[in-house]
T-cell receptor, first 115, second 113 residues
Framework: GENVEQHPSTLSVQEGDSAVIKCTYSDSASNYFPWYKQELGKRPQLIIDIRSNVGEKKDQRIAVTLNKTAKHFSLHITETQPEDSAVYFC??????????????FGPGTSLSVIP | NAGVTQTPKFQVLKTGQSMTLQCAQDMNHEYMSWYRQDPGMGLRLIHYSVGAGITDQGEVPNGYNVSRSTTEDFPLRLLSAAPSQTSVYFCASIKGQKIYEQYFGPGTRLTVT
C-alpha cells in the first residue's frame, strides 16, 4: 500500500524566513497531494493541494511543488508569521476525478515561527 | 450547515468495554473516513466509505468496525477496547464530484485504562 514520509518532523524558523517541508510517497499511481494545517487542539484544515498533471501551485505565501519522477512533493511557506505555527501534514491519494481511494497522511511536521 | 459533528468529545473506557463513536455530516458528502491521531504518527486511516452501503479498510482497521447505512452517518465501533486504542479520533468527509477537500470533525479524545 501507499506509504508517505515527511521531513523534518520539527522545524523552527525566524519570523519572515521561509520554511520548506518535504514529503515522499511510494505508490506511483498516486495523483492527488493535499496539505493540511492543524493548529494546537483543533482539527486539520486543507491549505493547498496539487494534482499530478501540475508541477507547481501557489496561493499567496504558500506554494507546493511536485516531482512525479522522484515521487516527492514539497510545501514552501514564505515570509513566515507566528500564526503559521502549527503541525503540517502532507497526504497522497490515487483516486481520479471520478472515484476515490485511501487518503494516506504523512506523520506531520511541527513548525514553530519565532517572533 | 453544522458540517461534520462527532460525539462524544471525551470518553474514558475500561479495557474490554465496547462503544460507538458517532459521526454525522449534513453536507451530503459521498466519502467519509475515520482516522486516529497519535503523537509522532500523524493521521492513520482506520476505515473509509465511498458511499452508503460501502465500506473498506484503511491502514489500521483491527479492533474497529464501521457501517454506512445512510449518507449522513458513519459510526465507528470499538469491539473490545484496549489501551493501545487510546488516541484522538477524527471523522472526515469529502464532497466528491471532483471536490477533494476533506472536512474534519472536532475529534473525540478516547482513553482506555
Amino acid at each position: 500500500g501507499e506509504n508517505v514520509e515527511q521531513h523534518p518532523s520539527t522545524l523552527s524558523v525566524q519570523e519572515g524566513d521561509s520554511a520548506v517541508i518535504k514529503c515522499t510517497y511510494s505508490d506511483s499511481a498516486s495523483n492527488y497531494f493535499p496539505w493540511y494545517k492543524q493548529e494546537l487542539g483543533k482539527r486539520p484544515q486543507l491549505i493547498i493541494d496539487i494534482r499530478s498533471n501540475v508541477g507547481e501551485k501557489k496561493d499567496q505565501r504558500i506554494a507546493v511543488t511536485l516531482n512525479k519522477t522522484a515521487k516527492h512533493f514539497s510545501l514552501h511557506i514564505t515570509e513566515t508569521q507566528p500564526e503559521d505555527s502549527a503541525v503540517y501534514f502532507c497526504a497522497a491519494d490515487k483516486g481520479d476525478e471520478t472515484s476515490y481511494d485511501k487518503v494516506i497522511f504523512g506523520p506531520g511536521t511541527s513548525l514553530s515561527v519565532i517572533p | 450547515n453544522a458540517g461534520v459533528t462527532q460525539t462524544p468529545k471525551f470518553q474514558v473506557l475500561k479495557t474490554g468495554q465496547s462503544m460507538t463513536l458517532q459521526c454525522a455530516q449534513d453536507m451530503n458528502h459521498e466519502y467519509m473516513s475515520w482516522y486516529r491521531q497519535d503523537p509522532g504518527m500523524g493521521l492513520r486511516l482506520i476505515h473509509y466509505s465511498v458511499g452508503a452501503g460501502i465500506t473498506d479498510q484503511g491502514e489500521v482497521p483491527n479492533g474497529y468496525n464501521v457501517s454506512r447505512s445512510t449518507t449522513e452517518d458513519f459510526p465507528l465501533r470499538l469491539l473490545s477496547a484496549a489501551p493501545s486504542q487510546t488516541s484522538v479520533y477524527f471523522c472526515a468527509s469529502i464532497k466528491g464530484q471532483k471536490i477533494y477537500e476533506q472536512y474534519f470533525g472536532p475529534g473525540t479524545r478516547l482513553t482506555v485504562t
